[in-house]
């Protein structure tokens, strides 16, 4: 079966960092991509982040680049969201997904990711005061 868990979100002042985590199951975790996204009440969903864990090759978003970093550590089978510099804007729910290794920014596309319910995390809330 396969599982994806979020956690690590919280509140924090603006200025503030996080560290999100997803922990992956059911499949084998070296052959995929794992994507961080985020959703903000009344906005569509946004592609923030991806990894291959297989070789490190990562993406961002124009609007996070230089503030995330993702990285993975394959023997835990997680994929790690940190995040600095946070602003109000980075207010969402974020969800972690699991597709094909994208070649592009695909990899940023949630329409690219496996659309079954458990291909999906629940999420996890980030909320940033100003």
């Known amino acids: 079966e396969v599982q994806l868990v979020e956690s690590g979100g919280g509140t924090v002042q603006a200025g503030g960092s996080l560290r999100l985590s997803c922990v992956a199951s059911g499949f084998i975790f070296d052959d995929y991509a794992i994507g961080w996204f985020r959703q903000a009440p009344g906005k569509e969903r946004e592609g923030v982040s991806c990894?291959?864990?297989?070789?490190?090759?990562?993406y961002y978003s124009d609007s996070v680049k230089g503030r995330f970093t993702i990285s993975s550590d394959n023997a835990k089978t997680t994929v790690y969201l940190a995040m600095s510099d946070l602003t109000p804007e980075d207010t969402a729910v974020y969800y972690c997904a699991v597709g094909p290794r994208a070649p592009d920014s695909r990899a940023l596309d949630s329409r690219w990711y496996y659309d079954a319910s458990d291909a999906w995390g629940q999420g996890t809330l980030v909320t940033v005061l100003s």
């Open positions: 990894i291959s864990p297989s070789d490190d090759e990562t």
